[in-house]
Structures are given as structure tokens and as C-alpha cells.
């Protein structure tokens, strides 16, 4: 069955960095759009960034472009997410998404605080 699991969250200073990886399993990586969400207490979960079967193109949420690169590694069946200059309104939990034969599927998260 279709698994994402992400990590690599945690607590960082405000202007300090985060990777986060999500590792898949159960559908030929490579052949699908693979997409990072967010979701802070109390709002709803937000579309962060996502990155095409081959990596050759992405896309950004206004918020996050030129912070935030998205990254995948199809030999590995990882997408990254290197999140730098992190602001304290990039606090949530970070999910790993895809569509596969039409649903979606999530990964449990990845808490990521961002505090002084």
C-alpha cells in the first residue's frame, strides 16, 4: 500500500533552517507529482510547494517562494524540503502528499516550530 512518511521537523530559531524529507513506498515514485502541505494550529492545511515527476519543475506558495526548495531523489523515492530564513509564522505540521489511481494519499506529519 501507498506509505509517506515524513521527518526532519523540529524546533529552530526564527532565520535558522529545516530539511524534511519524506520517504514513499507503494507506487512507482517517479511517476508521480509529489506535493508538501502545511498546517498551523488552528487553520486549515495550506498547499506549500510541489515538484514534478522529474524535477523539472516546481512551484511555490507566495509565502514561502525563495525560502523554501523542494527537491526530489527518484533512485531513493524521497522529496525534500529544505526550508531556510524560517519565520515564526512557519510553525505547523508539514505533510508529504500524492494522488495515486485518484486518491490522495498523506503522510503523518512532521511537527516544525519555529521560536525564539
Known amino acids: 500500500q501507498v506509505q509517506l512518511v515524513e521527518s526532519g521537523g523540529g524546533l529552530v530559531q526564527p532565520g535558522g533552517s529545516l530539511r524534511l524529507s519524506c520517504a514513499a513506498s507503494?507506487?512507482?515514485?517517479?511517476?508521480?507529482?509529489m506535493r508538501w502541505y502545511r498546517q498551523a494550529p488552528g487553520k486549515e492545511r495550506e498547499f506549500v510547494a510541489f515538484?514534478?515527476?522529474?524535477?523539472?519543475?516546481?512551484n511555490y506558495a507566495d509565502s514561502v517562494k525563495g525560502r523554501f526548495a523542494i527537491s526530489r531523489d527518484n533512485a531513493k523515492n524521497t522529496v525534500s524540503l529544505q526550508m531556510n530564513s524560517l519565520k515564526p509564522e512557519d510553525t505547523a505540521v508539514y505533510y508529504c502528499?500524492?494522488?495515486?489511481?485518484?486518491?490522495?494519499?498523506w503522510g503523518q506529519g512532521t511537527q516544525v516550530i519555529v521560536s525564539s
Open positions: 502528499q500524492t494522488v495515486f489511481r485518484s486518491h490522495n494519499y
Open positions: 507503494g507506487f512507482i515514485f517517479n511517476m508521480n507529482v
Open positions: 515538484i514534478t515527476q522529474s524535477g523539472g519543475t516546481t
